[in-house]
């Protein structure tokens, strides 16, 4: 299994995933390619969001692909917080391929991307789900989360909030 950056490679790969997840909402929402004319348009726009433009922040995204180049998952990770994120966004935000479920696989991206973590400095990382999202925090704990108190998000429901401290001294969890 490896991690890839998403490219024009793997444009029939990443259509094939976003047909298999369906309407409900992407997760994470940097991968929809809603609204986009071709893969090149979503391709800038996401190397835009990825270089922190307008009302991004810094973020990098990868899909996890298994040997037979099938994408079986999707992370982004933000390099920083800002009060959204802080609040309910946090630093990574990963999804799972509808038929590559309960395989632990996103046990496994979001290993990976505390890796990625890692290598750009962050020192705390911020993961959190929805209350009611029993398999992403069974995730989180597996990885080392520890529980801080929860917060409303925009559709009043509540997020739980975990921190993983990632052993590189000091304190990074101050939003920009
Ligand atoms: C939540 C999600 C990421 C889990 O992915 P996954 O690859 O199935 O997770 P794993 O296989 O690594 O499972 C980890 C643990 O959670 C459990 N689990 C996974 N999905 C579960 C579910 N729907 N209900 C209860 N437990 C679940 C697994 O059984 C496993 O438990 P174990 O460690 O006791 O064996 C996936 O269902 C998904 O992509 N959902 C939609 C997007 C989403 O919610 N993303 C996370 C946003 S915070």
Known sequence: MRLVRPSEEWEREHKAYVEEWGPDRMVPSSFSLAGFDSYDAYLVELGKRE??????????????????????????????????????????????RPSERKKGYATLILAMALEKCKELGIEKVLVTCDEDNIGSAKVILANGGIEDKPELNTDEKVTRRFWIALGNGGDNDARS
């Open 51 to 96: 270089s922190g433009t307008g009302q991004w922040l810094p973020c990098t995204n990868y899909f996890l692909v298994n040997d037979r180049k099938r994408i079986v998952a999707m992370v982004d990770i933000r390099h920083e917080l800002n009060d959204h994120l802080y609040r309910v966004g946090g630093h990574i935000g990963y999804g799972v």
